[in-house]
């Protein structure tokens, strides 16, 4: 067989194991994976370096206005970059739905934005208006487009649909082979906490921990798996930030819930206390759900190993430390009027790597399903994911004994600050491929603008997963009643 490329002696990792041996790409897919393989025009010596299934960033806001109005500071372009430097071959950002606006505007406008990417790419779609032509016909065509995954909020007034909207969504999701991601938080508990610091005169960023209280996170989770349940749903909980959280996603899933879940670098490697940095500087850690205490970094480790997420993701919402981004309404103000979201994009899996596998929390084959495998899987990217003969040649070569200290400069971003900044990480992922052909080799970005390709994407794999039948959707127990 004749190959492009053949990446030789490095020592594969997938989710299930780890071998040396060799991988022979031929038009941006992988040919070949054997023990040795002779030619290919280019010939890559990985040197007993570790060969990993790219990354795929399931989790980021790339081109996208907040609720509030506020434009991200990464576009495709900048944030595919940042991405391709942090050892991942793609990423699904979110188009976001403005209220009034129709599905199909939402998506012509996003792929206006995605032809920026030099990543393969693909969108989950943020529904904050669900109406009747967005349920069962702005929905379902985009589903039917390889857009699988709907995206809804239990908070923020601009975005909160209310547990009726939910069930309207997880139904209509749950009807095509969608999956519904949740962002879970109680509305009405961050607004009254709102209230009472703002009668107390307590406005300063820390108080942005204290208004969004672990309660809140932990009942809108039991809460929105409830009502996944009720309908027999798929359910994606992102960015759990507390133990009681991660114990109500372990202990559903054990009862067969159709549920996933993920966390984020920064509940793992931030505490609240960042909130309190001097002057205004807490404002970069202004994130939501925020960071907690470092027994919940301890709690949510052990849920990373244990197995209770998915993924971890970085969250990555880039607003700048300026007038453009976290201070578009002026300095002075109080926490509520600060854009919520940190960046993160480069930083996800170094970080992972070096806290995870270099520290021996995690195995090397869970930092590959936590970053890659599993996204690919639930979130049905088929050609993803995984080293094997007829995938794409999505390929991240990661050197495991450099260590390096996390600076701005380091992250190619569009951003003016990185939460991360000063952290010593080990372990460097030197070359990553997006269809075979090599975007970053060594620090030095090989892509050119445009050449990432949006992506269409399967329903969410539920193999193993038991299911459940609300009692009250059981003809034999409600009278003979058929409601589904
Ligand atoms: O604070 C965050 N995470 N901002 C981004 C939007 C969201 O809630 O995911
Ligand atoms: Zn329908
Ligand atoms: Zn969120
Ligand atoms: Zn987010």
Redesign the pocket.
């Known amino acids: 067989m004749e190959f492009d490329t053949v990446i030789h002696s490095g020592t594969i990792v997938t989710a299930d194991g780890q071998f040396s041996g060799d991988i022979g790409i031929s038009q941006g897919r992988i040919a070949a994976v054997a023990e040795k393989l002779s030619g290919g025009e280019t010939r890559i010596d990985a040197g007993g370096r570790l060969v990993l299934p790219g990354g795929i960033e399931a989790h980021a806001h790339i081109a996208q206005e907040s609720s509030a109005g506020v434009m991200t500071a990464d576009d495709y372009l900048s944030g595919s970059i940042s991405a391709a430097f942090g050892g991942n071959s793609s990423f699904i950002p979110f188009a976001a739905q403005q209220r009034g606006q129709s599905i199909d505007d939402v998506i012509a406008t996003y792929d206006a934005r995605g032809a920026r990417s030099v990543l393969d790419y693909s969108y989950h779609l943020i529904v904050s208006d669900p109406t009747e032509e967005v349920?069962?016909d702005q929905?379902?065509r985009a589903f039917a487009r390889g857009i699988t995954s709907f995206k809804v909020f239990m908070t923020y007034d601009l975005m909160n649909l209310g547990d009726g909207g939910m069930l309207d969504i997880l139904e209509?999701a749950r009807?095509?082979g969608a999956i519904t991601m949740v962002h879970a938080e109680n509305n009405d508990m961050v607004k009254w906490m709102n209230r009472r610091l703002a009668d107390k005169g307590l406005s300063a960023p820390k108080y942005h921990a204290i208004s969004r209280p672990q309660l809140a996170e932990e009942e809108a989770i039991n809460r929105a798996i409830q009502l996944a349940k009720l309908v027999d749903a798929p359910l994606f909980i992102v960015h759990v930030s507390t133990a009681g959280g991660a114990e109500i996603v372990r202990r559903e899933k054990f009862n067969g819930a159709k549920l996933f879940a993920e966390t984020c670098p920064q509940y793992l490697a931030l505490t609240r206390d960042d909130l309190d940095r001097a002057g205004m500087e807490g404002a970069k850690y202004i994130c939501s759900p925020p960071l907690r205490g470092a027994d919940t970094q301890d709690a949510l480790w052990k849920h990373v190993a244990m197995g209770t997420f998915e993924s971890v993701s970085s969250d990555h919402a880039p607003y700048r430390a300026d007038d453009t981004g976290k201070f578009l309404n002026g300095r002075d103000v109080a926490y509520p009027a600060i854009a919520n979201g940190m960046p993160g994009i480069a930083a996800r899996l170094p970080y992972l790597f070096s806290e995870g596998v270099v520290k021996g929390r995690i195995t090397p084959e869970q930092f590959v399903a936590l970053s890659s495998t599993n996204a690919a899987k639930t979130f049905g990217c088929s050609t993803k994911g995984r080293i094997a003969p007829g995938m794409d040649a999505d390929i991240a070569i990661w050197n495991p004994q450099v260590t390096r200290t996390v600076v701005q400069a380091d992250q190619h971003d569009n951003m003016d600050y990185t939460p991360f900044e000063g952290m010593e990480l080990t372990g460097v992922p030197e070359v990553v491929m997006n269809r075979g052909a090599t975007i970053v080799s060594h620090g030095t970005l090989m892509a050119q603008e445009g050449q990432g390709r949006f992506f269409a994407r399967a329903a969410v794999d539920l193999r193993g997963k038991a299911g459940f039948t609300a009692p009250e959707f059981d003809p034999a127990q409600n009278f003979g009643t058929q409601l589904r």
């Open positions: 349920l069962h929905l379902p209509v009807h095509h």
